[in-house]
């Protein structure tokens, strides 16, 4: 069944059919990027009956360190806030702890600009399984820039040290009846981690999903180049999705699942692109939760791989496949 | 060799480091077009004429890294989108009461594509991509506006890139021009759906009444020289030194438009051809120019190509 | 013909290769290497195997390489009798990932709880390998076997207490999806809500492993007395510690009719106990050790390993066939020219060498100078310094070069060709301020260090770089430009040390570990008077690290970033034996040293000195640790012991 999706760039005058919410869920981040969607939505006098922002102690320090840029321009909203303090390493144990009463029908946003891929997926699992939510608009905004290091594409890191893959947790999909596995891995800037991904896999098949279009023109050739070693891999595929657009990236995954091909796969996918695609993927597995989401998580998060802010997006999603 | 410009403090990365960075991308993206023969022979067009002849090929690597080629496969995905784009932004304007199927029915219904530009040019042979890769009935593909079906209200153009605005802009001239020689075009929706469009571009045509759907928006970000310029958000101090060298040899290849047509400055292109919006030093062959990306001209002379001595 | 051309070596990993590929490209090392035990006995032994090896040493390959469906395709492309062969034996192929395995902990789920999770979920894995291998038998016409109706029953029987529920294989195979299927519902519902595991059947351990295998032997006719479930567990080191003690007891309390192959890196056995905490294995009495890279580093079929595996490949391009370019060396040249690498950076520019060992006398020089071999000039100069006089040297030098008589010649010789030609090279390269080449066949084969995959690497790189450079040249005459070799050895060398940094734990600490070995390591061979030649070892106590530092250390080798050398050897010449440890040699382009072992010297390393060099880039102390050892002469001159 064809669903008309929504998927627009919020501008100054919040041309969004929504003009309240129960729930406002972010993440306190390292600059006013982390923020725009809520300003806005403060600015058009939208209502918002609780805003609960997520304080991750890993990024203390850092946010600290940025306030002159905006780290802390949360203290400055006029709605009713909620500051939770929690770990960005363990969502589970968050989300367990998390005491807000989210009713089945609350009208809910959540920004993910500053959540990590691993933790915001967990989060809308939990508010799918747990608070039964139906459906939810996400805001994304998109930095203006990235940051290379000494101006060449292949020193962009998302992360520093150590990385352990690690299914993302409520995601483990189900492989019974399934010999081999298939990999799909949305392609980022930082090579390293699609290399560490195909080698704790080992699929049978792997695709490389790059996002194109992408944010800027030469973003498509540099997630490529960043992933030379698997995008050469003998036997890998490589298909591309807007870099801005989840539902494209859900119609992809979509088409590659009904292909008789990899029907006997088990389906592993790495978000490991732009949040938008990520988002998508989110979207398919709560969809299809045989599948399994893994992710490359890091010891420690990379505290400034961007720079200043760009469009912000907005996307209205639906938890459950019929819905 | 010009003192004029201080020295940047912070270098751009080395050559072998640049030529590494254009190998992996020729290898993965370009389709191994270009190789390290053809790189070198273009680096023979400079002289050495505005700064110290390595310093004018960094310069040189440093664009050539950051040009954005579109090869086939890419283009054709760019044509998928394209097309679910356009569905989405008509079907979005339908009756919700009526299923999706019936709204896309009545949209194709209801629209006809056309070229934009004369056959031969670039947007017959995407306007053929287009129709094959979302599988689009032939017939909704015309040739001719003077006998339109009644039941026909929109017309789609299809091209690769729209980027200038006010008398520049051919695809606003062109269609000026079709609704004078088809009157009732007048009365039709104009949707132009183009793979690239500048914002300045798209409220241009938006203000001539002409929708324009695409893919890839560039704004002053994605204008070379351009202060917010993203090619030189690193390397900011070599901004005017590289506009400079651009200039200089542009103006040795395309004296009008030395950093391209209506100063585009961009750096892109496309596996079947080379947009002249593009930095000319990368596609301009004359004055014994070699190019990296060569650009297939319109002929518009009738100048017959050298066959060969035999006819 | 350039259109048949694609790289040879685009990496097909062992994983990704369906059986018909794991045929074509595979390369027996048993053909080549001597490992200790015949490939006969990968199946036949009855006691468990251990195969330990890093990352792309061909443990996967190996193994798959075992499985039941390889071997029989192997049978059926050979036309050896299948029936017989195959029913001696079955290997089962079991990889279990990593993220998998970790997700059985934590959640508010004590560990207790997840061990009968997942003892349970190991024992329907494996029950869904041999019901899938049955299915398999079962179905194919070529093997007589027949499945008896008390087969289904007693399988039935023991997987849900009834003998009439599961009349068939199929069946049988979907109930155990099932069960699996309930444990994955369980691992996805746990991170959101806590809930308890439930299912009308938990197997203990053994229950299904040995209680399968035992229906089978007994009901099943055409099945040999000795007929073998071999079961292969890849990956070991994955396993979370409680999960290998499940696996250890396994192991120790096998029984007959089957056993267990493990594929793990070194030092991948995260502990050795068994499920009851007084039990433990040991290698010899429980299981058998065979360390594949030790085996390959250290045989002289190595290089013969590779090259075959080379020439497989090469064989596969067209291009190649036609221009009889299916060797290796012919790409890579055979072996380094040392004399010719020493002119290309020496040109005209003699003079210097003289000036770095401040030999100033005019006529000295002219004695010591050998334009057409840099080489001998540094060898020249350094027996200068080592008091000899340079008519003496001169005298030996020209006795060699034409072959003459001369009392100094044979040490001159042996000094040249045995001792230091490969120190004077490094030497040179200090002296003249470049870079050593890294390039030919030989100093590749080095280079991998006994991991194929790194050898695989280095030429896929080449053929890339060459492609780029020239690729009509790399086609028709084969030839890769040296430059480009050695750009490709430096720049995985590049490639592997970043990616040290993502090791899981302890990454910081092994990269701070490889920088301050490889540039200690870079000091020994830049010392113009080559006092260590070749040095690229060290020697530690493990047993004296502290626990944090022996997990890093031991991190260190599972990863292949340091190597052990096969047997505990002196430290150095006069000193007590010891562990002694090589920092990988495919690092050896970025840090410049001798991609060779010469052995005789190491440093040595104390507990603490080993936490330091973990610690931070730029370690210092050891370059206060001197190992000259002063001689006094009569003169009272001192000299410097050779």
Partial sequence: MEIIYKSNVLNENWNNDIEKFDYFLLAVGTDLRAYKSIFVAEQNKIEVDNVVLFNFHERTESIKKRQSIGSENYKNLSYKTKIYNCSLKNPSAALKELDIDIKKDSQIAVDISFFTKPFFFTLLNWLKTVCEIENVTIFYTEPKNYVFNKGLYSEYHSSVGPVSIEEIASFSGNDANKNDSLLIIMLGFDGDLSAELDESVAPKKTILVNGFPSYSPNFKDISLISNEKVVNKGGNKLVFSRSTNPFDTYNLLTSIKDKTEYKDLFINIAPIGTKPMALGVCLFALHNPEIRIIYPVPEKFEDVTSHDSWCTWYYEISLNLNS | ?311 | MENTYKNPFSEYNANVMDNNMILEYWSNPFSFVEFGLTEKEVFSDPNPIVFMGGRGTGKTMFLRYCSYDVQKKLLSRDHTDTTNKLLNGAGFYIRIDGPILRSFEGFGVSDEKWLVIFTHYFELYIARAYLAYFHSLEKDTKIDVKFTKKFFEDCSALLTGSITSLPDLSEMISFVDSKITEINLFRSQIPLKNIEFESEFIYNSQYLIFGIADVFKKNILEVPEDFKFVLMIDEYENFLELQQRLINTLLKFVKPGITFRLGMRLEGFRTYDTISTDDFIKEGRDYRNIIFEEYLIKSSGYSKYLRDIANKRLSKIECFVQNNLTDIADFLGEKEDLVLEAIEIVGIKHEKIFSHYSIDNKDDKKLLTCIENPLLQVLNCLWFKRGKTSKEINSAMKAYLIGAADPNLSKYKMDYVDKYKLSLMFIIATIYKKDKSYYSFNTFSYLSSGIVGHFIELCRRCFQYAEFENKKTLIESGNIPKHLQSNASRDLAETELQQIRRIEKFGNKLYFFALNLGDTFKRYHRDILIRYPETNQFSVDKTLLTTSTKDAFEAAQRWSIIQRKQKTQQQSIGKKKNDIFILNRVFAPIFQFSYRTRGGFSEEYNSSEITALMEKEGIEFRLEKTRVKQITKNNSQTELGF
């Avoid at chain 2, 072998?16 to 023969?37: C, G, P, Y």
């Avoid at chain 2, 339908?94 to 056959?119: E, H, M, T």
Wanted: contains cysteine; aromatic residues 12%; glycine residues 4%.
């Fill in chain 2, 1 to 311: 060799m010009s003192n004029n410009t201080r020295s940047p403090k912070l270098s751009l990365p080395s050559e072998a480091d640049l030529i590494n960075q254009i190998r992996l991308t020729s290898e993965i993206v370009w389709e191994k077009k270009l190789d390290k023969s053809h790189i070198t022979e273009w680096l023979t067009n400079f002289k050495g004429e505005v700064f110290k002849k390595s310093y004018e090929d960094q310069l040189a690597l440093w664009l050539l890294a950051n040009f954005v080629f579109y090869n086939e496969n890419e283009v054709k995905h760019l044509c998928k989108m394209l097309y679910s784009d356009f569905i989405h932004k008509l079907i979005v304007e339908q009756d919700v009461a009526n299923s999706i199927d019936i709204n896309y029915k009545k949209i194709l219904g209801r629209s006809r594509f056309y070229s934009l530009g004369q056959p031969g040019e670039s947007s017959s042979y995407i306007l053929y991509l287009f129709r094959q890769q979302n599988e689009i009935p032939l017939k909704k593909f015309i040739s001719r506006l003077d006998n339109l079906d009644q039941t026909v209200d929109t017309i789609i153009f299809v091209d690769d890139v729209t980027l200038s605005t006010g008398e520049k802009s051919q695809a606003a001239k062109y269609i000026r021009q079709l609704k004078e020689n088809n009157p009732s075009l007048k009365t039709k929706r104009i949707l132009l759906l183009t793979f690239i469009a500048t914002d300045d571009a798209i409220d241009y045509l938006q203000s001539e009444n002409i929708e324009v759907v695409t893919c890839i928006i560039l704004d002053k970000r994605h204008k070379c020289f351009e202060e917010d310029s993203m090619v030189f958000s690193y390397f900011n101090e070599h901004l005017e030194n590289a506009k400079k060298f651009a200039t200089h040899y542009g103006n040795i290849v395309k004296p009008a438009n030395p950093l391209g047509h209506n100063d585009g400055q961009f750096l892109f292109g496309f596996y079947y051809n080379t947009p002249d919006n593009t930095l000319p030093i990368f596609w301009a062959e004359e004055n014994n120019w070699i190019p990296i990306r060569k650009r297939y001209h319109k002929n518009y002379q009738n100048k017959l190509l050298n066959i060969g001595k035999y006819i």
